[in-house]
T-cell receptor
Framework: DQQVKQNSPSLSVQEGRISILNCDYT??????FLWYKKYPAEGPTFLIS?????DKNEDGRFTVFLNKSAKHLSLHIVPSQPGDSAVYFC????????????FGTGTRLTIIP | ETGVTQSPTHLIKTRGQQVTLRCSSQ?????VSWYQQALGQGPQFIFQ???????GRGNFPPRFSGLQFPNYSSELNVNALELDDSALYLC????????????FGSGTQLSVL
């Protein structure tokens, strides 16, 4: 029962262009969403989050959009840089982030120089 | 400020054996969570410890058990190992239930033969 889904296992984007990573969820109790980034041989690191009371959150080159009615969120990276090449995990939580994280399966992003 | 460290980095066991994985939390953190990441999957929550008490558990059988020590370091024990237990085991520490401040270690790669 995959409650958080990332349907694209991989994505390749030209350097300088926009990268868009998508995530869908099925559990209506989720009200807090996070993106983590993982490099090989390292643990995931927190990137950006959004609460269900918002539909957009920005942090520098990273923007997360939330569409509650569609149970869909996306991460936009612009402009994409070679250092952004990594695996990106979408994660969801209940109780406004105070419950355990449920992760998606990840999307491997490759930025082409 | 030292980060989250896990040992060992790699481990090979045979079916039926028992294993202990160790985690030193980041300085000042009193909460430790353990996640299992199988190949091609996202991390799955095993359990969380807060001030030496279990504080939430995922859908894992009782042969997965843990401990947290007074210095907030932690152990994950798995008894009667099965082939499907082969995975990357991630430890994450935090100062409470704030998922944005979850700091992950690099993980222990367990192979069960």
């Amino acid at each position: 029962d995959q409650q958080v889904k990332q349907n694209s296992p991989s994505l390749s984007v030209q350097e300088g262009r926009i990268s868009i990573l998508n995530c869908d969820y099925t559990n209506s109790m989720f009200d807090y969403f996070l993106w983590y980034k993982k490099y090989p041989a390292e643990g995931p690191t927190f990137l950006i989050s959004i609460s269900s009371i918002k539909d957009k959150n920005e942090d520098g080159r990273f923007t997360v959009f939330l569409n509650k009615s569609a149970k869909h969120l996306s991460l936009h990276i612009v402009p994409s840089q070679p250092g952004d090449s990594a695996v990106y995990f979408c994660a969801a939580s209940g109780n406004f982030g105070n419950e355990k994280l449920t992760f998606g399966t990840g999307t491997r992003l490759t930025i082409i120089p | 400020e030292t980060g989250v460290t896990q040992s060992p980095t790699h481990l090979i066991k045979t079916r039926g054996q028992q294993v202990t994985l160790r985690c030193s939390s980041q300085s000042g953190h009193n909460t430790v969570s353990w996640y299992q990441q199988a190949l091609g999957q996202g991390p799955q929550f095993i359990f969380q410890y807060y001030r030496e008490e279990e504080n939430g558990r995922g859908n894992f059988p009782p042969r997965f058990s843990g401990l947290q020590f007074p210095n907030y370091s932690s152990e994950l024990n798995v008894n009667a190992l099965e082939l499907d237990d082969s995975a990357l085991y991630l430890c994450a520490s935090s100062t409470g239930s704030d998922n944005e401040k979850l700091f992950f270690g690099s993980g222990t790669q367990l192979s069960v033969l």
